[in-house]
């Protein structure tokens, strides 16, 4: 039996945004789990990342308020064992650019206690800046 | 000695400066000299993943631009392998490349937005300095071990920029050996860990998330311990902050938890190699030296 969801026009239009954002088809994902099983991070996530995919599937923005969109750290190891090539590291930046591209930053720099700054390496702080601000 | 392009990255030349003095110590071990890239720049440390964002590309690709400038001044011996010890500087070079190189609207686009630069070509193989030790052959690298690590046990740790994604990692991603290789040129034993290529948590170092860092630093230390091993070696710069320095916090987190040394593979090459002192053994924040004297690699 062939189940089908519908998706309303607005919420396609997320869908299709995201999937031209992170070149990704995001409607070959089969919801088999395998990226939450191997996720490093979803024990500390609020939605696991199958959960991601599926609420961009049926156009849920809700999705941009999650922590867990965050808290991906493109370690890619759900990218190397997805069975449908998915890379759900492109989806999830794809997510973070939504906001940030709003100049809405995830952290504020300046919250951060001065010496702790000064003891971080640049590649932390460089990436980290990349990641969590616009 | 053979010339080749190197790009350091920041972290080499200065939170680092342990990693960068070793490595190049490393590479004149393994007869090679690393003439780094004129006025080279940050690579971004991560890779611009989205399909329409090309801005973030242009720092990679102008280092490339840089290769063969070197090489057209005959600063290097028409070496076009473009050698990078930092994982995740490799990471991002080398995806910025294979990018242009499957794209070349993209690179013409890149090419054109650097109007003051020469058109890069694609024609640079960015290169990670494990992959030129395997291809010189692990045999002819033994054979430039003059104080053999025997018996000391180390616990190879990838993370994830050395493996992933499939393409531009180095070694199986679920199963590398590369290191495990390495180890056992030194004279050194391999020591298996399940979370060999476990995140460590990355950037989340930055910020609140501290915690969730020092809890993949146990679980990753732990792991090593449980398996034998009496040190990790790593050839990432945040990994190995994360998993040393972070120790800190592990140990507050967890008062049982056990620290470990967690140093640079080029640390141990140097060591190995005969040229401790240029190891840096006093830039790491859990020391080694104890341990290196225990086993009598080091007097003193």
């Not at chain 2, 071990?29 to 993943?49: F, H, T």
Request: charged residues 25%; hydrophobic residues 35%.
């Amino acid at each position: 039996m062939t189940a089908v969801i519908k998706v309303k026009k607005k919420n396609r239009e997320f869908l299709l945004k995201t999937e031209e954002m992170s070149g990704e088809h995001i409607t070959m994902c089969e919801q088999c789990g395998i990226c939450t099983t191997s996720c490093p991070m979803t024990e500390d996530m609020d939605i696991s990342p199958a959960s991601i995919i599926h609420l961009v599937q049926i156009g849920d923005e809700g999705v941009l308020d999650s922590t867990a969109i965050w808290l991906c750290a493109s370690c890619y190891t759900c990218t190397v064992r997805c069975p449908r090539g998915i890379d759900l590291s492109a989806i999830t930046e794809a997510l973070r650019q939504q906001t940030l591209r709003k100049s809405i930053d995830y952290i504020d720099i300046n919250s951060i206690d001065r010496k702790e700054l000064e003891e971080l390496p640049a590649i932390a702080l460089v990436s980290a800046l990349r990641k969590y601000t616009s | 000695m053979k010339k080749f392009p190197y790009y350091p990255g920041c972290t080499l030349k200065q939170a680092a400066t342990h990693f960068g003095e070793s490595a190049i110590a490393s590479a004149k071990a393994a007869d090679i000299e690393l003439v780094e890239i004129p006025r080279w720049n940050c690579c971004g440390a991560v890779s611009s993943l989205t399909s329409d964002d090309l801005m973030h590309h242009v720092a990679p690709i102008r280092n490339l631009v840089r290769v063969q400038e070197m090489n057209q001044e005959g600063l290097v011996d028409n070496e076009y392998d473009l050698i990078v010890f930092c994982s995740m500087c490799f990471n991002v070079l080398k995806r910025s490349n294979e990018r242009v190189r499957e794209d070349p609207e993209m690179l013409k686009t890149i090419n054109q937005f650097m109007d003051t630069e020469q058109d890069y070509e694609a024609k640079v193989n960015v290169v990670h300095f494990l992959e030129t030790l395997k291809e010189i052959g692990w045999n002819k690298i033994e054979r430039q071990v003059k104080k053999p690590l025997k018996g000391l046990k180390i616990s190879a740790y990838y993370g994830c920029t050395l493996l992933r994604p499939r393409g531009i990692g180095i070694d199986d991603p679920e199963a590398p050996t590369i290191m495990d290789d390495f180890i056992r040129a030194m004279g050194a034993e391999p020591v298996s860990n399940p979370y060999k290529s476990l995140c460590c948590g990355s950037y989340h170092t930055v910020g609140d998330n501290k915690e969730l860092v020092a809890d993949r630093t146990y679980k990753i230390v732990n792991a090593a311990r449980e398996n034998g091993a009496e040190m990790i070696i790593t050839s990432c710069p945040l990994c190995a902050y994360n998993l040393d320095n972070r120790q800190k916090e592990t140990k507050e987190k967890y008062p049982e938890f056990k620290q470990m040394p967690v140093i640079y593979f080029t640390q141990i090459m140097a060591l190995a190699t005969g040229m401790e002192d240029r190891a840096g053994f006093n830039g790491n924040y859990i020391d080694s030296r104890p341990l290196l004297r225990e086993h009598g690699f080091l007097e003193g």
